[in-house]
């Protein structure tokens, strides 16, 4: 399995910067971290990590090739509890995300349906929650099937946080191969749930999964909390079971994964050496 990193190692530094950092590290992987369905002025002037999903791909696989880094996925994370609206990253988005993956042969689109933001979607019951999820990933994951991509739903909110909502969101929209799991320790086990038994159900579902361990201080938390962007302590250093997950997926078909942490170098490297340690 190859470890990558997130590309948010530099604060208020261009996707080119983080790059640097990156191959400087040791890396050979990153996922594309951020992307935007347009311009954007920060990214533009070089004090953001982002992708413009309008931009031509090959330019930005010839930036990551320049640096020595393979990009592992493209990340498309949606609001897809809130009601549809062109001012906000969803479907629409989704899909231009899968074309620009497809287009120089990034295999999974991540994405989510995030923590409810407006009145309106805090009022949603559970059912109607995951019908909204599924609803807006329909065309995508189609579109997906078409172009050889899969969508990979991250644990991140209300429904993706636990095992049941992500089975239910897979059973209705028919279970398809172009849909699976972009698992990530820190998040499912800040919503909630187990991340080793959530491993253990989504094993052949997922591809490019997330490392994030964290401290003590998070588990008042628990369970009231919907994903947290990034760890700053070592993988084994906080309370998640990382090696559980760690026995449970050693022999899965997983190609990659991404180290979303950020502080210092020795971090990064004791995070490494955790996960080859034990056996990843």
Same mark, same amino acid.
């Given at each position: 399995?190859?470890?990558?990193?997130?590309?948010?190692?530099?604060?208020?530094?261009?996707?080119?910067?983080?790059?640097?950092?990156?191959?400087?590290?040791?890396?050979?992987?990153?996922?594309?971290?951020?992307?935007?369905?347009?311009?954007?002025?920060?990214?533009? %002037?070089?004090?953001?990590? !982002?992708?413009?999903?309008?931009?031509?791909?090959?330019? +930005? *696989?010839? /930036?990551? &090739?320049? =640096? $020595?880094?393979?990009?592992?996925?493209?990340?498309?994370?949606?609001?897809?509890?809130?009601?549809?609206?062109?001012?906000?990253?969803?479907?629409?988005?989704?899909?231009?995300?899968?074309?620009?993956?497809?287009?120089?042969?990034?295999?999974?689109?991540?994405?989510?349906?995030?923590?409810?933001?407006?009145?309106?979607?805090?009022?949603?019951?559970?059912?109607?929650?995951?019908?909204?999820? %599924?609803?807006?990933?329909? !065309?995508?994951?189609?579109?997906?099937?078409?172009?050889? +991509? *899969?969508? /990979?739903? &991250?644990? =991140? $909110?209300?429904?993706?946080?636990?095992?049941?909502?992500?089975?239910?969101?897979?059973?209705?929209?028919?279970?398809?191969?172009?849909?699976?799991?972009?698992?990530?320790?820190?998040?499912?086990?800040?919503?909630?749930?187990?991340?080793?038994?959530?491993?253990?159900?989504?094993?052949?579902?997922?591809?490019?999964?997330?490392?994030?361990?964290?401290?003590?201080?998070?588990?008042?938390?628990?369970?009231?909390?919907?994903?947290?962007?990034?760890?700053?302590?070592?993988?084994?250093?906080?309370?998640?079971?990382?090696?559980?997950?760690?026995?449970?997926?050693?022999?899965?078909?997983?190609?990659?994964?991404?180290?979303?942490?950020?502080?210092?170098?020795?971090?990064?490297?004791?995070?490494?050496?955790?996960?080859?340690?034990?056996?990843?």
């Amino acid at each position: 399995m190859h470890i990558g990193v997130f590309l948010l190692i530099e604060p208020f530094a261009s996707v080119e910067r983080q790059l640097e950092r990156a191959k400087a590290m040791g890396f050979t992987h990153a996922d594309i971290t951020d992307t935007n369905a347009g311009g954007s002025m920060l990214g533009s %002037a070089g004090f953001s990590p !982002t992708v413009s999903l309008d931009d031509n791909p090959f330019e +930005v *696989r010839r /930036l990551f &090739e320049k =640096h $020595g880094i393979t990009p592992s996925a493209v990340c498309a994370h949606a609001m897809l509890l809130e009601p549809s609206n062109p001012g906000l990253y969803g479907t629409a988005e989704i899909m231009k995300a899968v074309r620009f993956a497809a287009a120089i042969g990034i295999k999974d689109v991540v994405t989510t349906e995030t923590d409810p933001r407006s009145e309106w979607a805090h009022k949603l019951t559970y059912d109607q929650r995951v019908f909204i999820t %599924a609803e807006k990933l329909h !065309t995508p994951v189609r579109m997906a099937e078409d172009y050889g +991509v *899969r969508i /990979l739903l &991250e644990p =991140h $909110g209300p429904i993706t946080d636990s095992i049941r909502g992500i089975q239910d969101v897979f059973d209705l929209l028919g279970n398809p191969p172009s849909l699976g799991v972009n698992f990530d320790t820190g998040n499912s086990w800040l919503g909630g749930a187990d991340p080793v038994e959530m491993a253990r159900v989504f094993k052949n579902k997922i591809h490019p999964l997330h490392w994030k361990d964290l401290s003590a201080e998070w588990e008042p938390k628990r369970g009231t909390e919907y994903g947290c962007g990034f760890s700053t302590i070592a993988l084994g250093d906080g309370v998640i079971d990382i090696k559980g997950v760690c026995d449970v997926l050693r022999d899965a078909p997983i190609e990659s994964s991404t180290l979303e942490i950020v502080g210092s170098e020795d971090i990064l490297k004791k995070s490494v050496e955790f996960l080859r340690a034990n056996g990843m």
